[in-house]
């Protein structure tokens, strides 16, 4: 059974750009969360997914957005990108939200320039 | 305020030695505790998980315990092998299964010597 793959693994953007993240959760889960993950901070809980629908929303400014597709892949987004936003993005699924353990892909690394 | 701790960055270990991973939680609306494990350009991987009903969840090398009145648990790795070698991650979801997303502690780094 396949995992949760993200796309691109890594990523270089530099200030000001926007940038679109993409993954694609275990076949059968329908929920699908994304973290950020930094030196200084841990693991931060971004958003939530389900039914196309978001369901929670972390402490992120707007500039951080996502959206999910009736096949339950999911896509995230950041516009006006700054230094701070470098950092490794991780997505997590699980076939409910309120089911444990999530599951998580690998991330993509980003790094703003 | 961080509502997940794990208070010692790294933690060495002889192999064959019995390795504890502790962490601490101040948000008592925690009811269900993971750990995961990383490896470098990997993401976490689930190890293993805790109700808060439970105070003691084993699976073979790995045992978790849970001290619901301290607020505190731990993870024991016994006995410790070279593989284990990774940053191992606490984490709590809250009686909404997760309704803020899983709330990680920031790790610790186990290194296994030989």
């Known amino acids: 059974k396949a995992g949760v793959t993200q796309t691109p693994r890594y990523l270089i953007k530099t200030r000001g750009q926007q940038v679109t993240l993409s993954c694609s959760p275990i076949?059968?889960?329908?929920?699908v969360s994304w973290y950020q993950q930094t030196p200084g901070q841990g693991l931060q809980f971004l958003f939530e997914?389900?039914?196309?629908?978001?369901?929670n929303k972390g402490n992120f400014p707007g500039r951080f957005s996502g959206r999910q597709f009736s096949n339950s892949r999911s896509e995230m987004n950041v516009s006006t990108l700054e230094l701070g936003d470098s950092a490794l993005y991780l997505c997590?699924?699980?076939?409910?939200?309120?089911?444990?353990?999530?599951?998580f892909g690998d991330g993509t690394r980003l790094s703003i320039l | 305020d961080q509502q997940v701790k794990q208070n010692s960055p790294s933690l060495s270990v002889q192999e064959g030695r019995i390795s504890i991973l502790n962490c601490d939680y101040t948000?008592?609306?925690?009811?269900?505790f993971l750990w995961y494990k990383k490896y470098p350009a990997e993401g976490p991987t689930f190890l293993i998980s805790?109700?808060?009903?439970?105070d003691k969840n084993e699976d073979g090398r790995f045992t978790v315990f849970l001290n619901k009145s301290a607020k505190h648990l731990s993870l024991h790795i016994v006995p410790s092998q070279p593989g284990d070698s990774a940053v191992y991650f606490c984490?709590?979801?809250?009686?909404?299964?997760?309704?803020?997303?899983?709330?990680f502690g920031k790790g610790t780094h186990l290194i296994i010597q030989p």
């Open positions: 997914y389900f039914s196309e629908t978001q369901r």
């Open positions: 076949s059968g889960h329908r929920s």
């Open positions: 997590a699924s699980s076939p409910q939200p309120s089911n444990q353990p999530q599951h």
């Open positions: 805790i109700s808060s009903i439970k």
């Open positions: 984490a709590a979801s809250d009686p909404g299964g997760g309704a803020d997303g899983l709330t």
């Open positions: 948000n008592s609306m925690f009811d269900y």
